[in-house]
């Protein structure tokens, strides 16, 4: 079956430790994206990227990273630099074209040790 | 801005009514509607989507409608079933972007 894998579903960090997590899609899609879901809050864009080898800040970026030498997979890597990190991370794609919806994984929740 | 709270809207149901769902958008520009469905630990499903165009879309068990005049946007789940009791929100796109804008989302609880 199609659809968007992503792992570990439950990670910790210790502080001053980056950690990665991981987004792979099967689906074809050309855009992918990274969101960050607090309790009770809308899904807030980290980074989201159209094609490979290229990607573009969204509202939050600051303390995280990404790279898309893949069209399947767009890993996000949550630096020491993100000092609130503990949060559910959801990663989604899309088909191309503006009026198509974004499918979603299953998420990561990060926690601090 | 969105406010910030712990505390989602919550639409309690019983097993078997119709369940109507609400989402307010301000930007007139949106042309793209979308709804999600997501229950606890897991991603956002879509359930269904509309474009500006329209005003209403049916299907298995729901509809959307669309009021470009209040900028409002409805979800109504037909015959609620247990299974049915996620959070729900909606999402709009405005012409010419690629991302689109999350709302909160309301906690539908439907009680056997």
């Known amino acids: 079956d199609g659809g968007i894998t992503q792992s570990p579903k439950y990670l910790f960090r210790k502080e001053g430790q980056n950690v990665t997590l991981s987004c792979e899609q099967n689906?074809?899609?050309?855009?992918m994206y990274w969101y960050r879901q607090d309790p009770g809050q809308g899904l807030r864009l980290i980074y989201y990227s159209q094609i490979v080898n290229d990607f573009q800040k969204g509202d939050i970026a600051e303390g995280y990273s990404v790279s898309r030498e893949k069209k399947e997979s767009f890993p996000l890597t949550v630096t020491s630099a993100q000092k609130n990190p503990t949060a559910f991370y959801l990663c989604a794609s899309k088909r191309g074209g503006e009026r198509q919806p974004q499918h979603f994984g299953d998420g990561t929740r990060l926690s601090i040790l | 801005g969105e406010s910030v709270g712990l505390h989602l809207p919550t639409l309690s149901v019983q097993e078997g009514d119709n369940s109507i769902i609400n989402c307010a958008y301000s930007?007139?520009?949106?042309?793209?509607f979308i709804w999600y469905k997501q229950e606890s630990g897991k991603g956002p499903q879509f359930i269904i989507d509309i474009r500006s165009n329209m005003d209403k879309r049916q299907g298995q068990r729901v509809t959307v409608l669309l009021n470009k005049t209040v900028k409002h946007l409805s979800l109504q789940i037909a015959a609620t079933q247990p299974g049915d009791s996620a959070v729900y929100f909606c999402?709009?796109?405005?012409?010419?972007?690629?991302?689109?804008?999350f709302g909160r989302g309301t906690s539908l609880i439907v009680h056997p």
């Open positions: 689906l074809n899609h050309d855009a």
């Open positions: 930007n007139s520009a949106s042309d793209y």
């Open positions: 999402a709009e796109r405005s012409g010419g972007s690629y991302i689109p804008t």
